[in-house]
C-alpha cells in the first residue's frame, strides 16, 4: 500500500514538474516580448484639447483627428478629409506594389474593395509621400488589419501541430492497452476482485501510461529554447519548437520589405 501511494506521489510530482517548466518558460517569452513593445511602440500625432500632440499609437480612439505624412506607419483606420499629394503603400492589405493615391472624395458602394476605398487610411500602412488629415473611425481588432488578425488568431487556436496529434494518438492507444490489462487481471481471478487484486490491476494500469514522456518532452522543448536565446531567437511558445525544427531554409527579402514596410525592386 505504501509504495502505491509513493508511486501515486512520483506520478503527481511528475506532472507538477511538467506544468511548472512550460508555465515558466512561456511566462518568461511574454515578459520579453512585454518589454520589446514598450520599446518599439508606435506614436501618432492626433487634435487634442486644440492643439496637436504625439500619443501612443494605442491610445487612439474614433472621433480623433489623425496627422499623417511622409513616412508615417497609419495608426488607425481613418476617413480622410484633407490631403496633399498624399499616398500609402497598402501591400499589406491588398497586396497591390504600387502606392494608392488618396482623395477626399467619398464612396457610394459600401462592399467596394479596400484597395478602391480612396478616401480611406488604413491602420499598419505607411505614407509613401504628401500629408493629410483624417478622423478615426476604427482602431485594434476593429481595424481592417485587426479583423485579419483575429480571423488568424481563431484558426490557428484549434489547430494543433503533428506532434501533438500523435501524442493524443499514443494516449488513446495506451488507454486501452491499459483498460485491457484491468480486463485481464480480472480475468484471471474469475473476476472476484479483492482489495490486492484491486491494487494489482490499478498498478499494471498506470505503469503502462508513461507518465515521464511528457516531462522530457517539456524538458527537452524547453533547453532548445534556451539554445535559441542565446542565438538571439524568441520563442513564445513551446509548441512553435516543432515547426522550426523542421525549417532548413529561411527565405528573407531585405529591399526594404523588413526594414521599411516596402518590397522594391
Known amino acids: 500500500m505504501f509504495s502505491f501511494y509513493r508511486y501515486i506521489g512520483v506520478l503527481i510530482g511528475v506532472i507538477s514538474f511538467n506544468t511548472a517548466v512550460g508555465f515558466f518558460q512561456e511566462f518568461k517569452a511574454e515578459k520579453t516580448m512585454d518589454s520589446l513593445r514598450k520599446m518599439s511602440s508606435p506614436t501618432s500625432r492626433v487634435l487634442r484639447s486644440g492643439q496637436m500632440a504625439v500619443v501612443p499609437t494605442i491610445d487612439l480612439v474614433p472621433g480623433d483627428v489623425l496627422y499623417l505624412e511622409s513616412g508615417d506607419v497609419v495608426g488607425a483606420d481613418s476617413r480622410l478629409f484633407e490631403v496633399f499629394n498624399f499616398d500609402t503603400d497598402e501591400a499589406l492589405l491588398t497586396g497591390e506594389a504600387l502606392p494608392i493615391s488618396k482623395q477626399t472624395e467619398p464612396f457610394e458602394d459600401p462592399e467596394i474593395p479596400l484597395g478602391d476605398r480612396i478616401n480611406l487610411a ?108 542565446k542565438k538571439r531567437a524568441l520563442v513564445r511558445q513551446l509548441v512553435a519548437l516543432e515547426s522550426l525544427g523542421s525549417i532548413t531554409n529561411i527565405c528573407s527579402d531585405k529591399t526594404g520589405t523588413l526594414t521599411q514596410a516596402r518590397m522594391v525592386m
Open 122 to 229: 488604413f491602420a499598419s500602412t505607411t505614407v509613401t509621400k504628401g500629408r493629410a488629415k483624417g478622423i478615426v473611425y476604427a482602431t485594434g481588432m476593429s481595424s481592417e488589419v485587426g479583423k485579419i488578425a483575429k480571423k488568424l488568431m481563431e484558426s490557428s487556436k484549434s489547430k494543433k501541430t503533428p506532434m501533438q496529434k500523435s501524442l493524443d494518438k499514443m494516449a488513446w492507444i495506451l488507454l486501452a492497452i491499459a483498460i485491457v490489462s484491468v480486463l485481464i487481471v480480472f480475468g484471471v481471478n474469475k473476476f472476484k476482485i479483492s482489495t490486492e487484486v484491486l491494487l494489482y490491476a490499478i498498478g499494471l494500469a498506470i505503469a503502462t501510461i508513461p507518465e515521464g514522456l511528457v516531462a522530457v518532452v517539456t524538458l527537452i522543448m524547453s533547453l532548445s529554447v534556451h539554445t535559441l536565446a
